[in-house]
């Protein structure tokens, strides 16, 4: 079954800390995304990519870098946490085209910079 | 770049009622458009896609209308019940490298 998995669920950093979240898609997809979830903003685009070693700068990029592996694999890293990076991350792919076009969601992460 | 604008934040109706949310966008050229819905603490699920066109989709319950003319696109729950209570959030795929924007999301409580 298609899917868009990602760990950890939660995670607990300090000010200053180094956090990768991971993202794995077994959907086949070329299109992988970045987005954090705040209320009042709904989903901001951070990062986005169209295959393995392609970057895409999203919306709200400032303290994020992001790798894209392989076509499954997307990261999300964090070198140096802020708690304004405290937010629900939620990673998606999609076929990008046609009926493939939806984002499919993973089930996030909570991060919780303190 | 795009820009998607969605209304109300906030929405109270009571069972049997209708219920309405509107997205705008700005990039002429936008080709996908979509709604899903968020469950507390749980992820977004795909509602329903429009694609390119002034049209209406009927899913159960729901109707989504596309008007490209306006760059507007709107969610009407003609009978809402208990069960329909979630965040909604409307999204836009532009043109050029299929990055999609999303609203900012709507809260629809549905009352018994």
């Known amino acids: 079954e298609a899917a868009v998995t990602q760990s950890p669920r939660n995670k607990v950093t300090v000010t200053g800390g180094n956090v990768t979240l991971s993202c794995r898609q077994t959907n086949s997809h070329n299109y992988m995304y970045w987005y954090r979830q705040d209320t009042g903003h709904g989903l901001r685009l951070i990062h986005y990519?169209?295959?393995?070693?392609?970057?895409q700068i999203g919306d709200v990029p400032d303290g994020y870098k992001a790798t894209r592996t392989t076509q499954e694999d997307f990261f999300l890293l964090l070198e140096l946490a802020s708690p304004s990076q405290t937010s629900l991350y939620f990673c998606a792919s999609s076929g990008g085209q046609g009926n493939n076009q939806a984002p499919l969601f993973g089930e996030g992460t909570r991060l919780s910079v303190l | 770049g795009e820009q998607v604008e969605q209304r109300p934040p906030h929405l109270s109706v009571r069972e049997g009622d209708s219920a309405v949310i509107t997205c705008t966008y700005t990039d002429p050229n936008s080709y996908y458009f979509f709604w899903y819905k968020q469950e507390p603490g749980a992820s977004l699920q795909l509602l329903m896609k429009v694609f390119s066109s002034t049209e209406i989709n009927e899913g159960q319950g729901f109707t989504v209308l596309l008007n490209k003319k306006d760059k507007r696109l709107s969610l009407n729950l003609t009978a809402a019940h208990p069960g329909d209570s979630a965040a909604y959030f409307c999204?836009?795929?532009?043109?050029?490298?299929?990055?999609?924007?999303f609203g900012s999301g709507t809260r629809l409580l549905v009352s018994p």
């Open positions: 999204a836009v795929s532009a043109p050029g490298g299929y990055k999609v924007v």
């Open positions: 990519s169209y295959g393995a070693g392609n970057l």
